[in-house]
């Protein structure tokens, strides 16, 4: 789990400060590579993903929230599911940036 508690808090260190768009597309690399090894290192390959969000207006502070919440002691399944959220919440939020960019 090394690993693992290395890359999440690598997520959770970028998005705690004020983080930028290539910043936030680090913290989502980051995420996705913590699920791949979780999925690989304990064959979770078939799990569900989460439901995916409602349309709404997702924040820096939701994000940070969701972070903070990771238990990297928890289930490994429940871990994964917390993981993808995660991974969801930061990619629209690039996204987001993308749409600012684009617009001005």
Same mark, same amino acid.
Do not use: Q
């Given at each position: 789990?090394?690993?693992?508690?290395?890359?999440?808090?690598?997520?959770? $260190?970028?998005?705690?400060?004020?983080?930028?768009?290539?910043?936030? *597309? *680090? %913290?989502?690399? $980051?995420?996705? /590579? $913590?699920?791949?090894?979780? +999925?690989?290192?304990?064959? =979770?390959?078939?799990?569900? %993903?989460?439901? !995916? &969000?409602? +349309?709404? %207006?997702?924040?820096?502070?939701?994000?940070?929230?969701?972070?903070?919440?990771?238990? =990297?002691?928890? #289930?490994? !399944?429940? =871990? &994964? /599911?917390? &993981?993808?959220?995660?991974? #969801?919440?930061? !990619? $629209? =939020?690039?996204?987001? /940036?993308?749409?600012?960019?684009?617009?001005?």
């Amino acid at each position: 789990m090394d690993k693992l508690s290395e890359l999440v808090g690598k997520a959770k $260190a970028i998005v705690a400060g004020d983080p930028d768009r290539t910043s936030m *597309w *680090w %913290a989502y690399v $980051a995420l996705e /590579y $913590a699920i791949m090894d979780l +999925k690989l290192r304990y064959n =979770l390959e078939g799990e569900v %993903a989460p439901e !995916k &969000l409602a +349309k709404k %207006a997702i924040d820096i502070i939701e994000a940070r929230s969701m972070l903070a919440r990771i238990d =990297l002691s928890s #289930d490994r !399944k429940k =871990l &994964l /599911y917390d &993981l993808r959220s995660c991974r #969801d919440v930061v !990619k $629209a =939020l690039v996204a987001s /940036y993308d749409r600012r960019s684009t617009m001005s």
